[in-house]
């Protein structure tokens, strides 16, 4: 089992629609989790933290499950702007001044067409 | 600007060749990261540094090596021991040790012939 994972995808949505993306993690122990944007053949960049309580920037929405070992992420009103791939990040290790191993997922691709 | 530089964003190698990938941050980072994207697979670490003069292997790190003699710098040699060297690297930075944020560069896209 990969210590995580992602549906690949693609999913392909119209503008306007609402899309969500889980993703699982192996590890019990891990500490935090984190949703990255990759654009085609670009850098990823941190789009938002996952808290505990769940959290909402916008038209996005992240949230934690850790019964279950997974968070998702909701993308509400899609616009052609939010097409890239959506990686998921887990701290798997230990905080504070020590190295916290960070584990991508595999992304899962998004595709906002009008 | 702050950020990170990678360069070059495209390099070609023949097999057996050694090639060194540049990665260069002017935001005062303690902490940076090598990085190897494949297609369809999530990003794997090759090596990490935390302070300047000390590194870390990663959980891909047979057949390459890095240094950190300046805190701004820290170039990846991929050498001819690396099997499959074709692939994205990505080159990042942290404020310190522990942070969950990561700083990317926009990466070298290297492809042995």
């Known amino acids: 089992r990969k210590e995580v994972e992602q549906d690949p995808g693609p999913f392909n949505v119209p503008e306007g629609a609402t899309v969500a993306f889980n993703c699982t993690y192996s590890?019990?122990?891990?500490?935090?989790f984190f949703w990255y944007r990759q654009d085609c053949r670009k850098e990823p960049k941190l789009l938002m933290s996952v808290y505990s309580s769940g959290n909402e920037d916008g038209r996005f929405t992240a949230q934690l499950n850790r019964a279950s070992q997974y968070i998702s992420l909701l993308i509400r009103d899609s616009k052609l702007s939010d097409s890239a791939t959506y990686l998921c990040?887990?701290?798997?290790?230990?905080?504070?001044?020590?190295?916290?191993?960070?584990?991508f997922g595999q992304g899962t691709i998004l595709t906002v067409h009008p | 600007d702050g950020g990170i530089t990678q360069s070059p964003k495209y390099l070609f190698r023949k097999e057996g060749q050694n090639v060194t990938l540049s990665c260069e941050q002017n935001?005062?980072?303690?902490?940076m990261y090598w990085y190897r994207q494949d297609p369809g697979q999530g990003l794997r670490l090759i090596y990490y540094?935390?302070?300047?003069?000390?590194?870390q292997k990663g959980d891909i790190a047979e057949g390459y090596s890095v240094s950190r003699e300046k805190k701004e710098s820290f170039p990846l040699t991929v050498t001819s021991a690396q099997k499959n060297p074709t692939a994205f690297y990505l080159c990042a930075s942290a404020a310190y040790s522990g942070s969950n944020v990561l700083t990317f560069g926009a990466g070298s896209r290297l492809t042995v012939l």
């Open positions: 540094s935390q302070i300047v003069n000390d590194f």
């Open positions: 935001l005062n980072h303690d902490a």
């Open positions: 590890n019990s122990a891990s500490q935090s």
């Open positions: 990040v887990v701290n798997m290790g230990a905080g504070g001044t020590s190295y916290g191993k960070l584990t």
